[in-house]
Every structure is written in structure tokens, then in C-alpha cells.
T-cell receptor, first 112, second 114 residues
Framework: DTGVSQDPRHKITKRGQNVTFRCDPI?????LYWYRQTLGQGPEFLTY????????KSRLLSDRFSAERPKGSFSTLEIQRTEQGDSAMYLC??????????FGNGTRLTVT | AQTVTQSQPEMSVQEAETVTLSCTYD???????LFWYKQPPSRQMILVIR??????QNATENRFSVNFQKAAKSFSLKISDSQLGDAAMYFC???????????FGTGTRLQVFP
């Protein structure tokens, strides 16, 4: 069990640029989740996958956000045309199903 | 809609003492899970303790225990014999049985003084 891995750890980008984050879940965890955490707040649910199927998306996930999990293993979260309001910590978590989530260390995004 | 409220933005405790963090939630469901997660400066959310709503017995994990009051929709965390390593943000979270979506409170920052 190597834990949930997220890359990069930090990302600074200019407004209007696209960014992509990667999450590698714990192997054999079929469920993968993305959360967003802004300063002083708890994490907010964005979306989750069971294997390669995206089963739920939050209304927070605007059209500029897209997430994929093509082979049911790692996942990517892309933000197009970034805005300053996208600055946050993006957390990934995984679970084997109906079990507590295991979180990664997050990717901190700063949009300047 | 389900909500989770943590009314204590910050708490402090002396090493070896006991501290209680509060959490209330709102739901119309009868079956659900409640969790306490710890987020140290390293940023990784770590599960501290979990409670199933159908269980009347309060969960305990070593120095951590909860006071689950289902009728009052209250779920407090008690940390006994506090240690310097307990200093972190603590988040209360809720999940129904039929969804994987966790709903978090805004967190309580716990400081531990030697």
C-alpha cells in the first residue's frame, strides 16, 4: 500500500491557461474521488469514478472542468481557461467501495 | 440537503489534557456514517474515527472517542491525553449509505501547547 499519489504538488499558472492534475489511487481501489478545498473550508465534492465510469458530478464542476479515468486506474482532472477563483487545493481520494476514503496530499493550484 | 456544522474555528489544549471538538449535522436520512478526519500541515487527510448511525455504542480508537447523539444530530470528538502531534485541522464529515459523497464541515484548528 503506497498510498494515494498526486502530481504535481504545487502548480502556479496564469489566468486563462489550462492545467491538468494526475491522481494515482491505491492499487485495487475501484473508487476514485476528486475534492476541492479552499482556504478555511472543508473539502467539497467534485466528482467520483467507479472503475472507469464517472458516476456523479457536482454542480461545482463547471464546463471548464473535466475528469477522466480511462483505464480504471489513474485519473486526471483538467481545468481549461483557469480563473483566479479556481485557486484551491485539489484533493484526490480512493476506496475499495463502502469503506473510508484514503486521501492524497493534494495539488495546490494558484492562478495569478 | 445534508449539512455539517463545526462551530469552533479554533481550539487549544495543553499536552496530556483532554479536549472535545463539536460537530452537528442535519439530515433526514436514518442510515448514514459519520467521520472525523485530521489534516496536519502535511495536508493529507487522515481518518481518525468512524461511526455508523445504527450503532448505539460510541466508537473509540485509542485516545480518540466520540459522543454520538443521534436524536440531537450531534457527533463530538474527544481527544484524551493530548499530544503535540495531535495539532492539526479536524474535519467532521457525513455520508449516507447509498452515496459515496462525503460532506465536510468547515473544520476546527486544534493547537496543542507543551
Amino acid at each position: 500500500d503506497t498510498g494515494v499519489s498526486q502530481d504535481p504538488r504545487h502548480k502556479i499558472t496564469k489566468r486563462g491557461q489550462n492545467v491538468t492534475f494526475r491522481c494515482d489511487p491505491i492499487s485495487e481501489h475501484n473508487r476514485l474521488y476528486w475534492y476541492r478545498q479552499t482556504l478555511g473550508q472543508g473539502p467539497e465534492f467534485l466528482t467520483y469514478f467507479q472503475n472507469e465510469a464517472q458516476l456523479e458530478k457536482s454542480r461545482l464542476l463547471s464546463d471548464r472542468f473535466s475528469a477522466e479515468r480511462p483505464k480504471g486506474s489513474f485519473s486526471t482532472l483538467e481545468i481549461q481557461r483557469t480563473e483566479q477563483g479556481d485557486s484551491a487545493m485539489y484533493l484526490c481520494a480512493s476506496s475499495p467501495g463502502n469503506s473510508p476514503l484514503h486521501f492524497g496530499n493534494g495539488t495546490r493550484l494558484t492562478v495569478t | 440537503a445534508q449539512t455539517v456544522t463545526q462551530s469552533q474555528p479554533e481550539m487549544s489544549v495543553q499536552e496530556a489534557e483532554t479536549v472535545t471538538l463539536s460537530c452537528t449535522y442535519d439530515t433526514s436520512e436514518s442510515d448514514y456514517y459519520l467521520f472525523w478526519y485530521k489534516q496536519p500541515p502535511s495536508r493529507q487527510m487522515i481518518l481518525v474515527i468512524r461511526q455508523e448511525a445504527y450503532k448505539q455504542q460510541n466508537a473509540t480508537e485509542n485516545r480518540f472517542s466520540v459522543n454520538f447523539q443521534k436524536a440531537a444530530k450531534s457527533f463530538s470528538l474527544k481527544i484524551s491525553d493530548s499530544q503535540l502531534g495531535d495539532a492539526a485541522m479536524y474535519f467532521c464529515a457525513y455520508r449516507t449509505y447509498n452515496t459515496d459523497k462525503l460532506i465536510f464541515g468547515t473544520g476546527t484548528r486544534l493547537q496543542v501547547f507543551p
